[in-house]
């Protein structure tokens, strides 16, 4: 695909307001010159995540996570750069411009553009025609009967295909799109050399991807007729199973809430959004797969799923549990009523209030495991305790954590009557797999090394008119990771190219390199912590000294494998000179000598 034009780039940049984009996932408020809120990536009780207005970056002290605006949309949204990039440009009304590219290659961007227009005003045809069309009574009917209101309607845009068979096509050949490209979107069939609708006297629900883009549709008869759903065909746009049913509508509810429910069916997501539960989406039938759950896991870990109480959802549930348990999800089982699905239970008395008191109390992966166990093996019997015996074996060796693990092992003793022998051989079979229990967020531990580069590189954004005589002479080997000697090579370029003591333009930070991994904690650390006049150059001395120590390790390996010579040793001595003298400059907290 063409690449985004770095001036268009830099045009969405500046039109972007980081507020108003952090704004639906977290709340802030001011702190100095930035503002402060819960970091929406981990969970947290005090605000440690911190938000640069004017440089438009964003960094937790707590998880690590930090960024611009483009790198906080690519995270919370599951976007590429490309893709941020083209949603912050559509929300600020900044028109793209793109670099030159093979004529094949463009033609294959507009033809997708084309499809996705056509799929997109398809939805609005069909949604016009379930309004206005005679022949969609049966449909306003049927969605009348189930109690869904006109603002859940349109909310997922629903709609109706009239029962002629080209009506769609008589539509979009006067937005001029041709049968060809009805085909492709799989809106339309070809017979005997002509073309038809897909879609006869159907009630329809679009299929959306995260961003909200139509990519099919799902379509209900409303008779007898079969098959009683008919889903658009796989193609270039549209796979049934990397689609989760919803997602583009509770994207943010999921993101703020931090967890998702998992149903079966479109109309248990219909019937939760009107409800107020609006971070539901639904499987698009029993048969979740580990794409769907993988999109699903952009926006939370935590994963609820409310399937049906027959046999089929419960053998889809069982299915789903182990593709969570694949994928490091947080996962709780909500147990709905025999007979009833989410729909059904928003009519009854207790509506959206007994969903969520079921959701309360939705037990674990483990606790559920282990009730599906000693419930399916007829555990009255000691054939039915030995079977239950070993199915439990297994299940407690994939427990998170001991506590959890614990309080089952006195669940199961009890019910099996488990002698302490029993008990203690069940607890050695079942070797643990902790997690940290933060939705996969831990932060790597730095190392004492990693933690003074970092400090170092933030001092010489404090202090650019000082740390230019520092960074003329160092190297990139004064640091330990990739990202550092980015970070490195950056600070250094800005501060060369700006030599009049004012600083380094923030807003410059560049977009695609390693460095913006580490730049907005330092860039924020730079502007909301002071330091002593004689911090820059201790920093400086104690990296000199890491350095020195890597150089000279190095050269004492070669020598004790053998391959020493003269002029090494020579060099080793030097170095082990130098070390000693910047050792005793840093002890003694003199650093006039550079």
Known sequence: MA???????????????????????????????????????????????????????????????????????????GFDFADAVKMLADKYGVRLQYEESSPELEEKRQRQERLLAVLDQTASYYSRCLQESAAAAAARRYLADRGFGEEVIKEFRLGFSPPGGQSLIKAASGKEYTAAELSRAGLAIERNGRAYDRFRNRLMFPFTDHRGRVLGFGARVLDDSKPKYLNSPDSGLYHKTNLAFGLGNARAAITREDRAYIVEGYT??????????????????????????????????????????????????????????????????????????????????????????????????????????????????????????????????????????????????DRLRLSPENVAYLMVSAPLNDNSGDGGTRRRVLSHEEIAERSFLSLCLENPGEARRYLQLMTDAHFTTESHRAAFNWVRERLEEKNDGSGI???????????????????????????SPEALPEFYFRLCEAELSRRISAIKARVAGGSENGSELKELYRLEARRRDILQLIQAGTYETV
């Open 3 to 77: 690449l985004i034009k770095q001036a268009s780039i830099q045009a969405v940049l500046d039109a972007c307001d980081m507020l108003e984009v952090v704004a639906p996932y977290t709340t802030l408020k001011k702190s100095g010159s930035n503002f402060m809120g819960r970091c929406p990536f981990h969970g947290e009780k005090t605000p440690s995540f911190s938000v640069d207005p004017a440089q438009k970056l964003y960094y937790c002290f707590g998880c690590g996570e930090g960024g611009n605006v483009f790198s906080f949309i690519e995270k919370k949204e």
């Open 268 to 413: 248990d997501v219909l019937a939760l959004n009107q409800a107020g539960i609006v971070n539901a989406v639904a499987s698009m039938g029993t048969a979740l797969t580990e794409q769907q759950l993988r999109e699903i896991s952009r926006f939370t870990r935590n994963i609820f799923l409310a399937f049906d109480a027959d046999a089929a959802g419960q053998a889809a549930m069982l299915r789903a549990l182990e593709l969570a348990k694949k994928l490091g999800l947080s996962v709780r089982v909500v147990q709905m009523p025999q007979g009833k699905d989410p729909a059904d239970l928003m009519l009854d008395d207790g509506g959206p209030g007994a969903f969520k008191e079921l959701a309360a109390a939705a037990p674990t992966l483990l606790e559920y495991q282990v009730q599906v166990a000693l419930s399916a093996s007829g555990i009255d019997t000691s054939e039915g305790r030995i079977k239950a015996f070993s199915a439990l074996k297994q299940i407690l060796a994939g427990a998170a954590n001991s506590i959890e693990r614990d309080e089952q092992l006195r669940i199961i003793a």
């Open 505 to 531: 333009d923030h807003a410059r930070m560049p977009l695609d390199s390693k460095a913006r991994e580490v730049l907005p904690e330092l860039m924020i650390r730079s502007r909301t912590e002071s330091s």
